[in-house]
C-alpha cells in the first residue's frame, strides 16, 4: 500500500521547514510528497526544494484549489493530506496504512493539537470534541479535519468532480466528507493519529474564527442540501454508519 503526501501552500516559509522534516523523518516513509504552491511570494518553494519532493503549481488561489491540484497529481492509492504548518508524530503514515488495512474505509481522519497555544496541554484535544460532537448530532456519521486528512484515490476519483469549488461558502473538509457519505463512502477515525498544527489562525483573526466560521459551517450543508439543524440529508438518504 502507497501513500501520496499533499501539502497545499501559499508563503508558509515560516513553517513548511517543521512540517517537510516531520514527513521525512517518518518510522514507513511516504511514496512521494507533494508541496501545492498556490502562488508563494515568499521562500515557501526555495525551502522545500531542499527536501528533493515533488513542486507542483496552482494558479487559481485558495485552498479548496491547491488542494484538488494536489489530489489529482497524487500517484499512489492512499492520499493524505496536511497544512504546511502541520507536524506529523513519526509513526503518522505506519497508522495510515494500518488503518487502510484493517478497516473497510474509503476515507481517515484524528484529531489535531494545537502545539503553540494553551491548549497544547489539553488532555482533551479541542478538534476531538469538535468531531465527536459532529458524530453525535449526525447520526454517527464521521467527518474529516483539514490538517489531517486521509482519503483513497478510489473515492476521491468518485467526488471530485462534486466537491464545492467557493472557500467563502463552505469549510473544503466538511464539504469533502458530506461528499463522499453521500454517495455512500464510509470514513474512519483514529484517536490515536494525533498531529500538531498551529493555532495562528484562531489567534490572528479571533472575531473571523468565532463569526465567520459558524456561519460557513452552516453554509456547507445546505449547499450538499443537508439540513444543518438535524445533519440529516433533505431527501430520504441516510447517511452511512461510521466504521
Not at 528533493?52 to 491540484?69: D, F
Not at 464521521?142 to 476519483?157: C, D, E, F, Q
Not at 493519529?193 to 483573526?205: E, F, G, H, P, Y
Amino acid at each position: 500500500m502507497k501513500v501520496s503526501v499533499i501539502i497545499p501552500a501559499y508563503n508558509e516559509e515560516k513553517y513548511i521547514r517543521k512540517c517537510l522534516q516531520s514527513l521525512v523523518n517518518q518510522e514507513i516513509l511516504a511514496n512521494e510528497i507533494i508541496v501545492v504552491d498556490n502562488n508563494c511570494s515568499d521562500k515557501t518553494v526555495e525551502i522545500a526544494k531542499k527536501f528533493g519532493i515533488t513542486i507542483v503549481l496552482e494558479r487559481k488561489q485558495g485552498m479548496i484549489y491547491a488542494r484538488n491540484r494536489g489530489f489529482n497529481s497524487a500517484k499512489y492509492e492512499i492520499i493524505a493530506r496536511c497544512d504546511a504548518d502541520t507536524i506529523l508524530p513519526k509513526d503518522w503514515i505506519k497508522k495510515i496504512i494500518n488503518n487502510f488495512k484493517n478497516k473497510q474505509i474509503d476515507a481517515l481522519s484524528g484529531p489535531i493539537v494545537y502545539h503553540d497555544s494553551f491548549l497544547r496541554s489539553a488532555s482533551i484535544h479541542p478538534s476531538h470534541l469538535y468531531l465527536e460532537s459532529l458524530k453525535l448530532f449526525s447520526n454517527g456519521n464521521r467527518y474529516l479535519v483539514g490538517p489531517n486528512m486521509i482519503i483513497t484515490k478510489k473515492i476521491w476519483s468518485k467526488v471530485k468532480n462534486e466537491v464545492n469549488l467557493d472557500d467563502s461558502i463552505v469549510h473544503e473538509d466538511i464539504d469533502l466528507s458530506l461528499n463522499i457519505t453521500k454517495i455512500g463512502g464510509k470514513i474512519g477515525y483514529d484517536n490515536t493519529l494525533v498531529v500538531k498544527s498551529s493555532s495562528r489562525r484562531i489567534l490572528n483573526k479571533p472575531d473571523s474564527f468565532f463569526l465567520e466560521y459558524p456561519a460557513r459551517f452552516v453554509t456547507t450543508f445546505l449547499v450538499n442540501k443537508i439540513n444543518p439543524t438535524s445533519f440529516y440529508p433533505l431527501t430520504s438518504h441516510r447517511l452511512p454508519k461510521d466504521h
